[in-house]
């Protein structure tokens, strides 16, 4: 079988993660060139993929001024970052894989879209990556063969997790908004991709309600300083202690972020110097902390999504209700519950435990793209650029309900998003 080539722009941890596929499927995948303006995380992997040196690029203005240099494109760069880079990709006849979302801002995501319908020959999939997770393949085959009768609404909930808030959505790259993405769109997209996925109709209308509450100077402890470092007097207390969270013995995520270099000294300096040492109460964050939206779909299913900070583990848990029964799944441990009425029989179904990589989704996307690569675009995968726009206008448009406390028509939204 072919050996499929690809360069990839942004050499951070989710890039590293698809690239990491390539050292593991040698045969399948090789990564040949990288863009990445962190030296450190460009030498990584440029080392650990074997590139030659001429392929190593500080921006991706700089590769894709090259000939065509591979196959694919993985692109991971920061989400403000996506549409320009994608757009010349495509334009170089690379196939593409994009990190979600598709863009931090809603009008681009709308024009990735139309990109995707004018070069039908190529692959462009989005990184939605639990559309390839043994649990959510299983709950789809269940709805689809309608175990549960018609299905008429859904509540699923993505419990963020009191770690991953205070990493990603209060020092991290998400914690203002001005400068990347609105929580639901960069944490949520997964769940409405999979809500809209499941449904199998378009939403129509959206409603939300949401705030930022406890991340915010009035829950500082007395005294606290800037710097978790610096002699925090609730220190020992606090749940949120830079000192306990990323200079334990634990070197993966979410402590591999702050530094490549992932010894005691480098993560002590990474915490001196820059965001993840910061009292998560002293921030410039603005993204919420805990959200709802309400969806109705054209075939008159409702869903609703509860995404919120306040719990001490991240984890999804979904509840189907249909007209002859009901299905509980829980993402974290695999299991699937289903209640038949009016027979009262119940099915308890155990996956394999497969937990690393979003349930398996991160290898399950690269095996589903490679493949889709190997055969040129003639294959249809399970996600794609031109599908995924309306898990993503759903978020802006759930964002601009909580901001304007007002229920958004879905069609009106995105005429808004076009003429802007």
């Not at 964002?399 to 995105?414: N, Q």
């Amino acid at each position: 079988m072919k050996q499929v080539t690809a360069i990839v722009i942004g050499a951070g941890d989710r890039g590293n993660i698809y690239a990491k596929y390539a050292l593991t499927h040698s045969k399948d995948i090789k990564i040949v060139a990288v863009a990445e303006p962190d030296q450190e995380k460009r030498t990584q992997m440029m080392e650990a993929h074997n590139i030659s040196k001429e392929n190593v690029f500080e921006s991706w203005e700089e590769l894709l001024a090259q000939p065509k240099l591979a196959d694919a494109a993985i692109i991971a760069t920061l989400d403000k970052d996506h549409y320009e880079p994608t757009k010349l990709a495509l334009e170089k006849d690379y196939h593409i894989l994009l990190e979600k979302p598709l863009s931090n801002n809603a009008k681009e995501c709308v024009l990735l879209g139309e990109l995707a319908k004018e070069y039908p020959h190529k692959v462009f999939s989005v990184c939605h990556v639990l559309r390839y997770t043994k649990f959510f393949s299983k709950l789809k085959e269940l709805v689809d063969r309608r175990v549960i009768g018609d299905i008429m609404t859904i509540n699923h909930n993505e419990y963020v997790g009191r770690i991953h808030q205070s990493h990603s959505f209060v020092r991290g790259n998400w914690g203002n908004s001005k400068r990347e993405s609105p929580m639901i769109l960069q944490k949520c997209c997964h769940d409405l991709d999979i809500l809209l996925w499941l449904v199998g109709a378009n939403c129509v209308k959206v409603s939300s309600f949401g705030s930022l509450d406890y991340f915010t100077g009035k829950y500082a402890p007395e005294g606290a300083p800037k710097r978790c470092l610096d002699g925090c007097p609730a220190g020992n207390e606090c749940a949120y202690n830079a000192e306990k969270i990323y200079l334990s013995d634990n070197v993966g995520w979410p402590v591999s972020v702050i530094s490549p270099d992932t010894s005691y000294e480098a993560r002590k300096k990474a915490l001196e110097e820059g965001p993840y040492g910061m009292c998560v109460y002293q921030t410039d964050n603005d993204v919420v902390d805990h959200q709802i939206v309400n969806m109705s779909f054209d075939n008159n299913v409702t869903a609703s999504l509860t995404m919120t900070a306040f719990c001490k583990d991240s984890g999804r848990h979904i509840k189907i209700m249909g007209t002859h029964g009901e299905i509980t799944g829980d993402f974290d441990y695999n299991e699937i519950r289903i209640k038949h009425f009016p027979s009262n029989d119940e099915e308890l179904i155990k996956l394999t435990n497969d937990l690393a990589g979003h349930g398996g989704g991160d290898t399950g996307l690269m095996k589903d793209f490679v493949e889709l690569v190997r055969n040129d675009g003639k294959l249809k995968g399970k996600t794609e650029a031109s599908i995924s726009v309306q898990s993503h206008i759903m978020a802006f448009a759930a964002e601009e309900s909580r901001v304007t406390d007002r229920v958004l028509k879905i069609e009106d939204f995105v005429e808004e998003v076009k003429n802007k």
